[in-house]
C-alpha cells in the first residue's frame, strides 16, 4: 500500500488571495491555541477532581465555547486549502471542465452557506446580548463566545468566493 504524497500548499496569487491565506492563518492560529488553552484547562480540572475533589466549575461550559469558537476558525484555511472532503465516483473520469465548473458551484454553495450562517450568528449573538443568556454554571454572558463567529464564518463566505472563482477559471488545483 503506498503512502499519500503531501505537497506544501502554494500561496495563494493575487493581493486578495495572499489576504485571504494570511486572515485564514491566523484564525487557525487563534483556534490552535483556544484549543490548547481548552486542553490545558481540562486537564487542570481532571487533575484537581482526582486529587482534591475540586474540579474547576463551569470547564465544560467553557470547552464547549472555546471548540465552537475553535471549529469556526478552521473553517476559512480548509476551504483554502481545499481541505474538505471531496467524494469524486461520479466526476472520476468526468472532463477538468466539468470537474471544475462543480468544484465551482460547491464553493459558491459553500459561500451562501457560510454568509447565512454568518448572518444568523450576528442575530443570535444580539439576540443573547438583548436578553442577558448566561451559561448555567459560570454565568458568563452567552454572546462573548458567540462574538467570534460571525466574522469566521464570514471569512470563509469570502474564502469559498475566491476559490470558486479559481474553480471557474481552472486555476483551483495544481495539476
Not at 476559512?76 to 474538505?84: A, H, I, V
Request: aromatic share 10%; net charge negative.
Amino acid at each position: 500500500m503506498s503512502e499519500p504524497v503531501l505537497q506544501a500548499p502554494a500561496v495563494p496569487e493575487g493581493a486578495f488571495g495572499r489576504l485571504l491565506d494570511v486572515l485564514s492563518r491566523l484564525l487557525a492560529f487563534l483556534g490552535g491555541l483556544l484549543l490548547v488553552a481548552m486542553t490545558l484547562m481540562a486537564t487542570y480540572s481532571i487533575a484537581m477532581r482526582a486529587l482534591f475533589d475540586e474540579p474547576l466549575l463551569g470547564d465544560v461550559e467553557l470547552v464547549q465555547m472555546g471548540c465552537g469558537i475553535a471549529i469556526v476558525f478552521f473553517l476559512p484555511l480548509c476551504q483554502l486549502r481545499r481541505g474538505n472532503v471531496i467524494v469524486d465516483v461520479f466526476t472520476l473520469h468526468a472532463s477538468a471542465q466539468v470537474r471544475n465548473g462543480l468544484d465551482a458551484l460547491g464553493g459558491l454553495l459553500m459561500a451562501l452557506a457560510a454568509a447565512l450562517l454568518a448572518w444568523r450568528s450576528l442575530v443570535g449573538m444580539l439576540d443573547a446580548y438583548s436578553t442577558g443568556e448566561e451559561s448555567i454554571i459560570m454565568g458568563v454572558p452567552i454572546w462573548w463566545s458567540m462574538t467570534a463567529f460571525a466574522p469566521g464564518f464570514a471569512l470563509l463566505a469570502l474564502v469559498a468566493l475566491y476559490t470558486a472563482w479559481q474553480d471557474f477559471r481552472g486555476e483551483g488545483k495544481p495539476a
